[in-house]
């Protein structure tokens, strides 16, 4: 059964480029995730998706961060424009059911350095 | 707000050695914890994870957590290490409706 898939797993942005991240979650996952890391701040919250429906869009990161689930099984992330303050591992993760004790399985990221 | 604090950046220990990794976290409720391990170049994996019950849960790879309300914490310990326990050790926690708030994360370094 496949994991987490993300691509590209690198890219290079020069400032003020947009990008599109995109995730495919686990088959049969309701619950999508967004989070990016970096050393400073580690891991924070960009995006929750429950069934489709954006539940959490990260306060601060609004005005330039969009993400979205075209479908059940595929989501993006926009990042418009791209800063270089926003190189950072960019991370998405799925789990089933609603629960909120319910696991995360995490890609593998998208490592994202803006010039 | 909900914050979760680990205190040590970095710990080195020994191959064979016991393992304790420090969690604190500010919570208004009972909290969903949990304990992820981030090996090199790969995706966070769970190690375990409490809510209730016995406050020593145990997980995968022969790590244990123990709970305790009175301290906000949520410790995560090995007896024995391994070289292949390298890795960043990340405690979370979680609130209803929303994803997990993490720490910064321990990065452990197992040396022969």
């Known amino acids: 059964d496949a994991g987490v898939t993300q691509t590209p797993r690198h890219e290079v942005a020069e400032k003020g480029q947009t990008i599109i991240l995109k995730c495919e979650p686990v088959?049969?996952?309701?619950?999508l995730f967004w989070y990016r890391q970096t050393k400073i701040q580690g891991l924070e919250l960009l995006s929750y998706?429950?069934?489709?429906?954006?539940?959490?869009d990260g306060g601060a990161f609004k005005d330039r961060f969009k993400a979205e689930m075209l479908n059940s099984s595929f989501s993006t992330l926009k990042i418009q424009p791209t800063e270089p303050k926003d190189s950072a591992v960019y991370l998405c993760?799925?789990?089933?059911?609603?629960?909120?004790?319910?696991?995360?399985?995490f890609g593998p990221g998208t490592r994202l350095t803006v010039l | 707000a909900q914050s979760v604090t680990q205190p040590d950046a970095r710990v080195t220990v020994s191959e064979g050695a016991s393992l304790q990794l420090r969690c604190k976290y500010s919570y208004s409720a009972t909290p969903y914890l949990f304990w992820y391990v981030q090996y090199p170049r790969q995706g966070l994996q769970l190690l375990l994870k409490?809510?209730?019950?016995?406050?020593v849960v145990q997980g995968v790879n022969s790590f244990e957590a123990e709970f305790s309300k009175s301290n906000s914490s949520f410790h995560l310990q090995k007896a024995s290490v391994h070289w292949s326990d390298s890795a960043v050790y990340f405690c979370a926690l979680r609130n209803y409706a929303q994803g997990l708030t993490f720490g910064l994360g321990t990065r452990v370094s197992v040396f022969p």
């Open positions: 993760a799925s789990s089933l059911g609603t629960g909120i004790y319910a696991e995360q399985f």
């Open positions: 409490y809510y209730s019950g016995d406050p």
């Open positions: 998706f429950r069934s489709k429906s954006l539940m959490e």
């Open positions: 088959s049969g996952h309701n619950d």
